[in-house]
């Protein structure tokens, strides 16, 4: 039976919106109004690498068998949906229209799946050792989340890297490292069976008898979507140093044994929580991933471009490393570094980020 999907954010949304597409299930991408001009006019365009294959292929959202359309957030009818993906950058829900819409979201009690970095306040909630902390600080808008119930709310670890080429339009997306999207369970059997459902179809999917990667992998394990905070501090948040941006390669090999040694007490603190071993990925397997990624992460070319806001998961990190008594001095400088070039923009007059 086909779904029909609302996916917050038309860029990094476009991903998880064409491998649902290739499986059948119809898609809305909320984005703004020119943007959706564009998507309904074109579709979308979605560049990935079939294993085996040396070159990417155009995958054309017309060309499959679900259905894609775009609009802006105010006219959303939240009543067709059976799920919500939230894809946007943190900062972004702050915005009045997305708000508005936010809480209609929450009223509907859709189930609501994040492939956001920064996991969203009411999934930390259901994590007990993490309900009670004070962790508002990290969150551009904490007041964006509070209608929402913990239950309703999942994480997806966003492992694929994707980035929208400069010189291609806003309805172009190409995947330079095409990982698995992994999903901690919801609170309700009947939203985990619409999730398995999703993860079976679009394990199904085959193009030209080929297998297509970037899987929707479901774990019961609240914590599977956490083991992508080490990468983040030990990588993503590294690539904003205190002059120009560096890559991720750079940021991660520059100093392989410091790396370990943050990317390990993430882990631990995950571990502290709850986590099971079982939960996280090696050190070894993201540093292999790591020489791949050639470019500075997303965050650090917001704030290359002028961003005063950016999704703060090194900052949710170091609030949780405190208030478990584990803080960590790499992080803590880290933390620093970011709270520094985003000031820098702040005077000096950045763009909304929106």
Known sequence: MARNILILGASYGSLLATKLLMAGHNVTLVCRKK???????????????????????????RDLPGTLDATPPEDVDVSRYDLVGLAMQEPQYTNHTIRVLMIKIAAAK?????????????YLKRIPDLAGMDLEEAYTNPGVWERFEPGLMTLCSPDPQAFRPPEEGANVLHVGLPTNFKAATFADEAHNRLLRELEADIDAVRLDGQDVPVKLKVFDSLFVPLAKWSMLLTGNYRCITPNEPQSIREAVHGDLNLSQSIYEHVDALARRLGADPEDQVPFGKYAKAAESLLKPSSAARAVASGAPFIERVDLLVKLIAHQLDMPNAE?????????????EKIFAGGSDGI
Do not use: W, Y
């Open 110 to 122: 859709l189930p609501c799946l994040s492939i956001m970095n920064m996991p969203p306040l009411p």
């Open 35 to 61: 943007t959706a001009d564009l998507i309904n006019r074109e579709g979308t365009e979605v560049r990935i690498q079939l294993r085996g294959e040396e070159t990417h292929r155009s995958i054309f959202s």
């Open 331 to 343: 992080i803590d400088r880290t933390v620093q570094v970011v709270d520094r070039k985003l000031s």
